[in-house]
């Protein structure tokens, strides 16, 4: 009888104990979701869910099979400078830019991205070489597509398109200078005025397409000029 007692009493307080566990392990889930650090929103709007572990499902996430060089981390603009990027828009030239990455667009969210201006029809080339990671078509952009850069750190996103160019397809590989569609007002641009809504973020560990951190084009091809805000 006193060992049942004993049994029971040492069921008890390990009841007890798995009881302050529960409750530790509640709490400190808790703590950790309420703590926990997202990476910042993505520049445009109509994205699907983003999902902080994995992939949503159905999306694939192409990478370059041999990503190199790989850049440093801190300096993005310097890296990009450094890679030579083509003017995405075909006669465009880098005098004819502005910059437009910080002014607010639809629901007072950051642009983080330049406009360049271009009659409808003018051909959209890769900036630079690398994967086609995704062709979307999303309700503020329009027809777009996604690149990888060769080193998977970068995506460059060129939206508003008016078309593909013919053989254009998720997974492609790209080489700069390489046509890929041609301008367009398709989203949320307006029809008198076509162009080429163009970003470059700097991917997640994961790669995802569809999020990352946002760098200004602008500056890779000019310094930060007087009409910058
Ligand atoms: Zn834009």
Redesign the pocket.
């Known amino acids: 009888m006193a060992a049942v007692s004993m049994l029971l009493r040492r069921a008890a307080l390990g009841g007890c104990a798995l009881l302050i566990i529960a409750a530790a392990v509640k709490f400190g889930s808790g703590m950790q979701t309420s703590t926990e650090v997202l990476p910042p929103a993505p520049p445009w709007q109509g994205q699907p869910a983003a999902q902080p572990s994995r992939p949503a499902p159905g999306v694939a996430v192409v990478q370059n099979d041999a990503p190199s060089p790989v850049p440093p981390a801190g300096d993005d603009i310097s890296w990009l400078r450094s890679r030579a990027l083509t003017l995405p828009v075909q006669g465009i030239g880098a005098s004819q830019l502005s910059d ?1 990455y910080s002014q607010a ?1 639809a629901a007072g969210a950051p ?1 983080e ?3 360049i201006m271009a009659a409808r029809g003018t051909p959209v080339v890769a900036a630079e070489d690398g994967l086609v990671a995704k062709l979307f078509l999303s309700k503020p952009g329009g027809i777009t597509l996604y690149q990888f850069d060769p080193s998977n750190q970068y995506a460059y996103y060129y ?2 398109l008016d078309r593909y160019a013919d053989g254009i397809v998720e997974g492609a590989r790209l080489h700069k200078g390489q046509l890929i569609g041609y301008v367009g007002s398709t989203g949320n ?1 307006s029809p008198d005025a076509p ?1 080429l ?1 163009f970003a470059i973020f700097r991917l997640g560990p994961e790669r995802q397409w569809w999020r990352g951190t946002p760098l200004n084009p602008y500056l890779v091809w000019r310094d930060p000029g007087p009409d910058r805000p």
Do not use: G, K, L, V
């Open positions: 437009t667009r642009h991205a330049i406009d939206a508003h641009a162009h809504h």
